[in-house]
């Protein structure tokens, strides 16, 4: 089911398909909810998967107000209209301080928070180079074109050009990249746009107080290897968040968790988390 809705937040776009335990995921940069990467390995007959668009993404608006604390309001106001009272919050990448934010702000409604590789203090700064570029690349002006000739490019060179994205995400050393790799992630390159987010989540900070208010039990997943989200944010939120769990992973694609042939263990660890009566 792909939607778009008028909550008492504002107007927001959401897909959810499945049925069982709720899902909420909070996706990363560059994403929306028709993201389908950080699905795998849920069975959509034991979950409902619900991905909104984040503000600034898809059709959702981004509205005067974007910091991670009324995002997380506008999630809550979707769970309302959907009749969710509860669900576990999958917080991704750049979507990690929004889902901190639903668990510190609205405890009531959620049961478990997972942060997949996520921000969750301070991402960037204003004299970092990634920073810099990052505004340059992707802004909304000419964000459509960069990822059209990146498009472009990936659809001739696919190989050389998964090759030169698996060095942006990771720190591993270059090993081999298997075809069903190149393709997965193809596939999740052909569903992303920055629109107006990317630019939002480069300035997102959120305060360390409301990080330890989060009392849910919580499991961060983080990759040694992670090149685009330092392995401090998954320190710091363990430090911080007294019901928590760190798992490490040593994985060729550093970011990204969930693909290609590594991601079976996160994925195995993350059903796990979920389906564990008691506190991590």
């Known amino acids: 089911m792909h939607k778009i ?14 049925s069982g335990t709720p899902l909420l995921f909070v996706h990363g940069g ?5 993201e389908s990467l950080f699905h795998k390995g849920f069975d959509t007959s034991r979950f409902m998967l619900v991905t909104p668009s984040r503000p600034g993404y898809g059709q959702t608006p981004l509205l005067p107000d974007h910091s991670p604390k009324h995002t997380a309001g506008l999630f809550i106001a979707l769970l309302n209209e959907l009749h969710i009272e509860r669900a576990i919050v999958i917080g991704i990448s750049a979507g990690g301080p929004t889902a901190i934010e639903i668990a510190a702000t609205y405890p009531a409604r959620v049961d478990k928070l997972i942060l997949i590789s996520a921000v969750t203090q301070k991402w960037m700064h204003e004299t970092d180079v990634n920073y810099r570029r990052g505004k340059k690349l992707f802004n909304p002006s000419i964000e459509r074109w960069s990822w059209a000739l990146f498009r472009f490019f990936y659809f001739l060179f696919p190989r050389f050009m998964a090759k030169i994205m698996c060095r942006e995400l990771s720190s591993a050393k270059n090993g081999t990249l298997h ?6 992630l193809h596939d999740m390159i052909r569903k992303q746009r920055s629109h107006r987010g990317f630019v939002s989540d480069l300035d997102q900070d959120i305060p360390a107080e409301t990080v330890a208010a989060v009392s849910c039990p919580t499991l961060i997943m983080h990759s040694l290897n992670d090149a685009v989200v330092h392995i401090d944010h998954a320190r710091f939120a363990l430090e911080h968040i007294k019901n928590s769990v760190l798992m490490t992973y040593d994985n060729h694609w550093g970011h990204l968790l969930w693909l290609g042939r590594e991601s079976e263990r996160p994925i195995a660890d993350a059903i796990s988390f979920i389906e564990k009566s008691q506190s991590p």
Request: charged residues 30%; aromatic residues 8%.
């Open 30 to 34: 560059h994403s929306n909810c028709k």
């Open 179 to 184: 075809t069903d790799e190149v393709k997965e």
């Open 5 to 18: 809705i008028t909550t008492e937040q504002g107007k927001i776009e959401f897909c959810a398909y499945g």
